[in-house]
């Protein structure tokens, strides 16, 4: 280990999302370099394994009361963080997604008399559509100003921070990551070479209303009415039913399969033959670095920080137009040179820019210039 083990705090949502991914990936793997590592979260996150040596969950209990409509978990969470601190005697927090987790680690150092300290990664909507709503702009810019380093998963990401927030503390870019031994091409045959040609399309999201599932099942409607397709759907959340009325509108609820939330999407992706992402805003993007990871070409909006992500191994196409997602779509699906070169470059890219060990050495240096100071 280069430097000497570290006593980190990591603190995430636990629901299906890249900003709980990344940050349960980023705990394993400090945990792996022999960092002793406890993760705070109001529930256990999906992919953190049990029993992996160096790593704790500490789990947040928000306790109802009849007067309270919303529970304050702010402050439990806040309360959490400073025993983790006082028991364990943490050198730094990092704080996945600034709301409230921001305000929650600021609120824990002044409780705990200052000497706390705090690392800050911005994931997406917690600066485009909820940091912006007035209710919460005015304590998430603080506490953004009030964290040792702030760093975002985007170019994009870290410009709107500045432009929406006014932001003048630096941000780093550190993008998401991708451990690109599990992900990766998988054994089987890809449509040009399987009998009938029938070719597997995989979405993968949380299903809210930013993701514009639907928008996926219509493209995917056009682009079965042109070639041999099945569309795989997997993950959930409150768009699915809608998701899947379309496509029983559409008349090709037969050819649509709804996985839910898959443990090993590596083992799904690894039998896709494209993905395709409709999503109105997107910071990053990490199911299409997965899905890259994997050999798969990707049709996705040309929407925030995507183009960072893909540079040119994919189809890019305009919000909200599920038609040019379907013509995208055809033309990687019926051209067996193209499709190989976009497949063979989308996963050199994510060797090359977005392998777990490059990345993860971005935020140990961070956290270095943190504790140096
Ligand atoms: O911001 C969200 O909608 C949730 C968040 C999450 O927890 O998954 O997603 C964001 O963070 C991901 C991980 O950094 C990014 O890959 C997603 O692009 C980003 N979502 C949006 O910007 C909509």
């Known amino acids: 280990m280069a430097q000497p083990p570290l006593k980190l705090g990591i603190v995430c949502y636990p629901t299906v999302g890249g ?3 990344i940050a349960t990936e980023m705990a394993l793997h400090a945990a792996a370099l022999g960092h002793d590592v406890h993760l705070i979260s109001y529930g256990r996150p999906l992919r953190l394994r049990r029993g992996v040596q160096g790593l704790r969950y500490h789990a947040v209990d928000v306790s109802g009361y009849p007067l309270f409509r919303f529970p304050p978990y702010d402050l439990a969470l806040a309360t959490r963080m400073l025993e983790v601190q006082e028991s364990e005697g943490i050198d730094l927090f990092h704080v996945h997604y600034a709301i409230p987790h921001a305000v929650s680690a600021y609120l ?61 503390k630096p941000i780093a870019v550190v993008p998401n990551f991708v451990d690109t031994q599990r992900y990766r091409p998988g054994q089987g045959a890809r449509w040009a070479a399987r009998p009938g040609n029938e070719r597997v399309l995989v979405h993968a999201s949380n299903f809210r209303p930013v993701k ?80 890259m990871a994997c050999g798969v070409p990707c049709v996705s ?56 060990a490059k990345v993860v050495p971005r935020y140990f240096e961070v956290y270095r210039q943190v504790l140096e100071r």
């Open 212 to 291: 514009r599932v639907a928008d996926v099942v219509r493209a995917f409607a056009a682009i079965a009415r042109r070639i041999p397709a099945v569309l795989k759907l997997a993950g959930d959340g409150p768009d699915r039913e809608h998701a899947l009325a379309v496509a029983l509108d559409l008349g090709v609820a037969d050819r649509v399969e709804h996985l839910g939330n898959v443990e090993a999407m590596e083992s799904v992706l690894g039998d896709a033959d494209l993905f395709l992402l409709a999503s109105e805003t997107e910071s990053f993007g990490l199911a299409l670095l997965e899905a």
């Open 301 to 356: 909006t040309d929407v925030g920080g995507v183009r960072e992500v893909l540079g040119e191994t994919g189809g890019l196409v305009p919000f909200a137009d599920p038609q040019a997602m379907a013509d995208a779509a055809v033309a990687i699906l019926t051209d067996p040179d193209r499709y190989a070169r976009l497949a063979k470059g989308a996963r050199e890219r994510a060797v090359e820019l977005f392998d777990e």
């Open 108 to 168: 824990a150092r002044a409780m705990g008399g200052g000497r706390l300290r705090f690392v800050t990664t911005l994931h997406g909507t917690d600066i485009t559509v909820v940091g912006a709503d007035r209710a919460y702009m005015r304590p998430t810019r603080f506490a953004l100003e009030q964290s040792d380093a702030i760093t975002a998963v985007s170019r994009f990401l870290a410009d709107e921070t500045v432009l929406l927030f006014g932001t003048k």
């Open 19 to 21: 900003s709980g991914v």
